[in-house]
Protein backbone atom coordinates (compact mmCIF):
# COMPACT_ATOMS: atom_id res chain seq x y z
CA UNK A 1 0.00 0.00 0.00
CA UNK A 2 1.45 3.54 -0.80
CA UNK A 3 1.22 6.51 1.32
CA UNK A 4 1.41 10.29 0.08
CA UNK A 5 2.02 13.06 2.58
CA UNK A 6 2.37 16.63 1.63
CA UNK A 7 2.95 18.64 5.29
CA UNK A 8 2.34 21.87 4.01
CA UNK A 9 -1.63 22.60 4.02
CA UNK A 10 -1.01 26.09 3.08
CA UNK A 11 1.65 27.92 1.89
CA UNK A 12 2.31 31.50 0.60
CA UNK A 13 4.66 33.43 -1.49
CA UNK A 14 4.74 36.82 -3.22
CA UNK A 15 4.85 36.62 -6.97
CA UNK A 16 8.64 35.84 -8.28
CA UNK A 17 9.82 34.33 -5.53
CA UNK A 18 10.80 30.63 -5.65
CA UNK A 19 8.40 27.97 -3.99
CA UNK A 20 9.30 24.16 -2.86
CA UNK A 21 6.20 22.19 -2.36
CA UNK A 22 6.93 19.10 -0.54
CA UNK A 23 6.11 15.75 -1.14
CA UNK A 24 7.03 12.39 0.74
CA UNK A 25 5.70 8.86 0.15
CA UNK A 26 5.95 5.49 1.45
CA UNK A 27 6.09 2.26 -0.79
CA UNK A 28 8.25 -0.77 -0.78
CA UNK A 29 8.38 -1.14 -4.47
CA UNK A 30 9.08 0.42 -7.85
CA UNK A 31 7.07 3.63 -7.76
CA UNK A 32 5.72 6.01 -10.44
CA UNK A 33 5.65 9.81 -8.50
CA UNK A 34 3.55 12.76 -10.41
CA UNK A 35 2.32 16.41 -9.34
CA UNK A 36 -1.04 16.99 -10.88
CA UNK A 37 -2.62 21.28 -10.15
CA UNK A 38 -6.21 21.96 -9.43
CA UNK A 39 -7.27 25.40 -10.06
CA UNK A 40 -10.96 26.50 -8.43
CA UNK A 41 -13.76 24.63 -10.01
CA UNK A 42 -11.35 22.49 -12.39
CA UNK A 43 -10.30 19.00 -12.79
CA UNK A 44 -6.49 18.15 -12.23
CA UNK A 45 -3.80 19.20 -14.95
CA UNK A 46 -1.08 16.98 -15.40
CA UNK A 47 2.56 18.77 -14.43
CA UNK A 48 4.59 16.42 -14.79
CA UNK A 49 6.21 12.44 -13.54
CA UNK A 50 9.29 10.33 -12.11
CA UNK A 51 9.73 6.76 -12.70
CA UNK A 52 13.28 6.20 -13.43
CA UNK A 53 16.27 8.06 -15.16
CA UNK A 54 17.42 11.46 -13.73
CA UNK A 55 16.10 12.45 -10.54
CA UNK A 56 15.28 15.93 -11.80
CA UNK A 57 12.43 16.36 -14.24
CA UNK A 58 11.18 19.41 -15.77
CA UNK A 59 7.54 19.96 -16.32
CA UNK A 60 4.89 22.41 -17.73
CA UNK A 61 5.17 26.29 -17.03
CA UNK A 62 8.45 26.26 -15.24
CA UNK A 63 8.16 23.61 -12.34
CA UNK A 64 10.64 20.89 -11.96
CA UNK A 65 10.37 17.88 -9.14
CA UNK A 66 13.50 15.73 -7.88
CA UNK A 67 13.01 12.59 -6.79
CA UNK A 68 15.00 11.10 -3.83
CA UNK A 69 15.11 7.81 -2.78
CA UNK A 70 17.06 8.26 0.69
CA UNK A 71 14.37 10.82 1.52
CA UNK A 72 11.31 8.91 0.24
CA UNK A 73 10.70 12.58 -1.29
CA UNK A 74 9.51 14.00 -4.76
CA UNK A 75 9.60 17.74 -4.13
CA UNK A 76 7.88 20.05 -6.75
CA UNK A 77 9.30 23.22 -7.35
CA UNK A 78 9.36 26.66 -8.77
CA UNK A 79 12.12 29.73 -9.27
CA UNK A 80 9.83 32.68 -9.30
CA UNK A 81 6.47 32.18 -9.25
CA UNK A 82 3.26 33.99 -11.57
CA UNK A 83 0.00 35.05 -9.66
CA UNK A 84 -1.92 32.33 -12.14
CA UNK A 85 0.03 29.55 -10.44
CA UNK A 86 -2.10 29.84 -7.27
CA UNK A 87 -4.18 27.03 -7.25
CA UNK A 88 -3.86 23.29 -4.83
CA UNK A 89 -1.18 20.96 -5.90
CA UNK A 90 -1.38 17.02 -5.31
CA UNK A 91 1.51 15.03 -5.23
CA UNK A 92 0.40 11.43 -6.17
CA UNK A 93 2.36 7.89 -6.42
CA UNK A 94 1.01 4.63 -8.20
CA UNK A 95 2.88 0.73 -8.09
CA UNK A 96 5.24 0.59 -11.53
CA UNK A 97 4.81 -2.11 -13.76
CA UNK A 98 1.57 -1.80 -15.36
CA UNK A 99 -0.19 1.16 -16.79
CA UNK A 100 -3.47 0.21 -14.88
CA UNK A 101 -2.56 1.27 -11.19
CA UNK A 102 -4.53 3.06 -9.37
CA UNK A 103 -2.95 6.87 -8.23
CA UNK A 104 -3.03 7.28 -4.50
CA UNK A 105 -3.13 11.08 -3.69
CA UNK A 106 -1.52 13.31 -1.08
CA UNK A 107 -4.21 16.08 0.60
CA UNK A 108 -2.84 19.03 -1.52
CA UNK A 109 -1.16 21.97 -0.60
CA UNK A 110 -2.66 25.09 -1.68
CA UNK A 111 -0.22 27.89 -2.84
CA UNK A 112 -1.23 31.39 -2.89
CA UNK A 113 0.56 34.02 -4.96
CA UNK A 114 0.50 37.31 -3.72
CA UNK A 115 0.70 39.93 -6.78
CA UNK B 1 -3.99 19.95 -22.09
CA UNK B 2 -6.36 17.15 -21.31
CA UNK B 3 -9.03 16.33 -24.20
CA UNK B 4 -10.99 14.03 -22.02
CA UNK B 5 -14.57 15.25 -21.79
CA UNK B 6 -16.98 14.27 -19.09
CA UNK B 7 -20.67 15.33 -19.08
CA UNK B 8 -22.58 17.02 -16.83
CA UNK B 9 -20.60 19.47 -15.21
CA UNK B 10 -23.00 19.94 -12.66
CA UNK B 11 -25.63 17.31 -11.40
CA UNK B 12 -28.26 17.93 -8.29
CA UNK B 13 -30.11 15.51 -7.17
CA UNK B 14 -31.97 13.86 -4.06
CA UNK B 15 -31.56 11.65 -2.00
CA UNK B 16 -32.71 8.05 -3.02
CA UNK B 17 -32.63 9.06 -6.81
CA UNK B 18 -30.46 7.79 -9.85
CA UNK B 19 -27.04 10.12 -10.35
CA UNK B 20 -25.30 8.97 -13.76
CA UNK B 21 -22.45 11.16 -15.63
CA UNK B 22 -20.64 10.18 -18.87
CA UNK B 23 -16.88 10.46 -19.51
CA UNK B 24 -15.05 10.31 -23.25
CA UNK B 25 -11.53 9.23 -22.87
CA UNK B 26 -9.25 10.86 -24.99
CA UNK B 27 -8.55 9.01 -28.63
CA UNK B 28 -6.39 5.94 -28.12
CA UNK B 29 -6.59 5.76 -24.20
CA UNK B 30 -7.33 2.37 -23.03
CA UNK B 31 -7.49 2.47 -19.93
CA UNK B 32 -9.77 4.54 -17.87
CA UNK B 33 -10.27 5.43 -14.50
CA UNK B 34 -12.76 7.11 -11.78
CA UNK B 35 -11.84 8.97 -8.56
CA UNK B 36 -14.26 10.69 -6.45
CA UNK B 37 -13.02 13.95 -4.79
CA UNK B 38 -14.69 14.90 -1.56
CA UNK B 39 -14.42 18.47 -0.47
CA UNK B 40 -11.81 17.60 2.19
CA UNK B 41 -9.53 17.07 -1.53
CA UNK B 42 -9.63 13.49 -0.59
CA UNK B 43 -9.56 11.14 -3.44
CA UNK B 44 -11.03 7.68 -3.67
CA UNK B 45 -10.54 4.98 -6.50
CA UNK B 46 -13.78 3.85 -7.89
CA UNK B 47 -12.87 1.45 -10.78
CA UNK B 48 -11.13 1.32 -13.66
CA UNK B 49 -11.29 -0.01 -17.09
CA UNK B 50 -8.92 -1.19 -19.71
CA UNK B 51 -10.74 -1.50 -22.96
CA UNK B 52 -14.03 -2.42 -22.20
CA UNK B 53 -13.10 -5.08 -19.08
CA UNK B 54 -13.13 -3.84 -15.01
CA UNK B 55 -9.48 -4.17 -14.10
CA UNK B 56 -10.29 -3.16 -10.19
CA UNK B 57 -13.08 -1.46 -8.25
CA UNK B 58 -13.63 -0.61 -4.45
CA UNK B 59 -16.38 -2.46 -2.53
CA UNK B 60 -18.14 0.69 -2.88
CA UNK B 61 -18.71 0.56 -6.23
CA UNK B 62 -20.34 -3.12 -5.99
CA UNK B 63 -23.32 -2.09 -4.10
CA UNK B 64 -24.65 1.18 -5.14
CA UNK B 65 -21.96 2.40 -7.81
CA UNK B 66 -22.04 0.84 -11.43
CA UNK B 67 -19.82 1.24 -14.49
CA UNK B 68 -19.51 0.72 -17.82
CA UNK B 69 -17.22 1.77 -20.67
CA UNK B 70 -18.91 0.19 -23.93
CA UNK B 71 -17.07 0.18 -27.43
CA UNK B 72 -17.55 3.40 -28.94
CA UNK B 73 -20.24 4.86 -26.79
CA UNK B 74 -19.11 6.79 -23.87
CA UNK B 75 -17.96 5.74 -20.22
CA UNK B 76 -20.48 6.15 -17.45
CA UNK B 77 -20.41 6.05 -13.39
CA UNK B 78 -24.12 5.62 -12.56
CA UNK B 79 -25.13 5.94 -8.44
CA UNK B 80 -28.63 3.59 -7.94
CA UNK B 81 -29.62 5.29 -5.04
CA UNK B 82 -27.83 8.44 -4.17
CA UNK B 83 -26.63 9.38 -0.47
CA UNK B 84 -25.96 12.69 1.06
CA UNK B 85 -22.34 11.29 1.45
CA UNK B 86 -21.44 10.67 -2.02
CA UNK B 87 -21.87 14.58 -3.07
CA UNK B 88 -18.71 14.91 -4.35
CA UNK B 89 -16.41 15.95 -7.63
CA UNK B 90 -16.24 12.73 -9.95
CA UNK B 91 -13.13 12.46 -11.74
CA UNK B 92 -13.01 10.40 -14.48
CA UNK B 93 -8.97 10.35 -16.11
CA UNK B 94 -7.69 7.91 -18.78
CA UNK B 95 -4.43 6.80 -19.58
CA UNK B 96 -2.06 5.51 -22.68
CA UNK B 97 1.19 4.68 -20.34
CA UNK B 98 1.55 5.82 -16.84
CA UNK B 99 0.39 9.29 -16.80
CA UNK B 100 -3.51 9.97 -16.55
CA UNK B 101 -5.24 12.74 -18.03
CA UNK B 102 -7.93 14.26 -16.10
CA UNK B 103 -11.89 15.81 -16.88
CA UNK B 104 -12.91 18.99 -15.85
CA UNK B 105 -14.97 16.79 -13.05
CA UNK B 106 -18.84 16.30 -12.48
CA UNK B 107 -19.95 17.94 -9.18
CA UNK B 108 -22.58 15.78 -7.63
CA UNK B 109 -24.63 17.59 -5.04
CA UNK B 110 -26.94 15.32 -3.64
CA UNK B 111 -29.91 17.26 -1.27
Known amino acids: TQTVSQSDAHVTVFEGDSVELRCNYSYGGSIYLSWYIQHHGHGLQFLLK??????VVQGVNGFEAEFSKSDSSFHLRKASVHWSDSAVYFC?????????????FGHGTILRVHP | NSKVIQTPRYLVKGQGQKAKMRCIPE?????VFWYQQNKNNEFKFLIN????????QIDMTEKRFSAECPSNSPCSLEIQSSEAGDSALYLC?????????FGPGTRLTVL
Open chain 2, 27 to 31: KGHPV
Open chain 2, 93 to 101: ASSLSYEQY
Open chain 1, 92 to 104: AVSATGANTGKLT
Open chain 2, 49 to 56: FQNQEVLQ
Open chain 1, 50 to 55: YYSGNP
